[in-house]
């Protein structure tokens, strides 16, 4: 069979449509799931993570999943404003509640714009501030969460906040 000119230019038409294709089928599989499910039931009571790479907690069941919870230097009353305003100065993110022993805040990716859960607990009898992050839908957040979470830990140490 002879080749007829021009069938390289549609041969690279083809593969520009699959990839295409692809990249739309990875885009929307990741935004599947359920984001009930990866949503705090209450606001002092957090929900396990759920079996997929996109979710931390210092309750988390799964080790995995697990970090580790903050644990207070000061006053739990004093730090707690501070606590507050450095959630608040994380890039992205918009405190969306906060009150004596809770902050919820939602924590926007750079790219697609998708939302995160960024919840923290304090429990002043011991000093010591739970935390989950989770993504509201996708599959993997490719270690974003723990990141976050890392992140503000860094950060209210350097603070003097949190041991």
Same mark, same amino acid.
């Given at each position: 069979?002879?080749?007829?000119?021009?069938?390289?230019?549609?041969?690279?038409?083809?593969?520009?449509?699959?990839?295409?294709?692809?990249?739309?089928?990875?885009?929307?599989?990741?935004? *599947?799931? $359920?984001? +009930?499910?990866?949503? $705090? *039931?209450? *606001?002092?009571?957090?929900?396990?993570?759920?079996?997929?790479?996109?979710?931390?907690?210092?309750?988390?069941?799964?080790?995995? !999943?697990?970090?580790?919870?903050?644990?207070? @230097?000061?006053?739990?009353?004093?730090?707690?404003?501070?606590?507050? @305003? +450095?959630?608040?100065?994380?890039?992205?993110? @918009?405190?969306?509640?906060?009150?004596?022993?809770?902050?919820?805040?939602?924590?926007? *990716?750079?790219?697609?714009?998708?939302?995160?859960?960024?919840?923290?607990?304090?429990?002043?009898? $011991?000093?010591?501030?739970?935390?989950?992050?989770?993504?509201?839908?996708? !599959?993997?957040?490719?270690?974003?969460?723990?990141?976050?979470?890392?992140?503000?830990?860094?950060?209210?140490?350097?603070?003097?906040?949190?041991?």
């Amino acid at each position: 069979m002879a080749l007829v000119k021009g069938d390289g230019k549609e041969m690279k038409k083809m593969i520009k449509v699959s990839i295409g294709s692809l990249m739309l089928i990875t885009i929307l599989w990741g935004c *599947s799931g $359920n984001p +009930t499910e990866r949503q $705090n *039931s209450e *606001s002092s009571g957090f929900l396990d993570c759920p079996d997929t790479p996109n979710c931390v907690s210092s309750l988390a069941k799964n080790p995995k !999943y697990r970090v580790e919870p903050f644990k207070l @230097k000061k006053d739990p009353k004093t730090s707690w404003d501070i606590v507050q @305003k +450095t959630v608040g100065s994380l890039p992205r993110t @918009k405190v969306v509640s906060a009150d004596n022993s809770d902050i919820h805040a939602e924590c926007r *990716s750079m790219i697609f714009r998708f939302v995160d859960d960024l919840t923290l607990h304090l429990t002043p009898s $011991n000093s010591i501030i739970h935390i989950r992050s989770a993504s509201r839908t996708g !599959y993997s957040d490719l270690g974003v969460n723990r990141r976050r979470v890392e992140k503000l830990r860094k950060k209210l140490q350097q603070n003097d906040i949190i041991e």
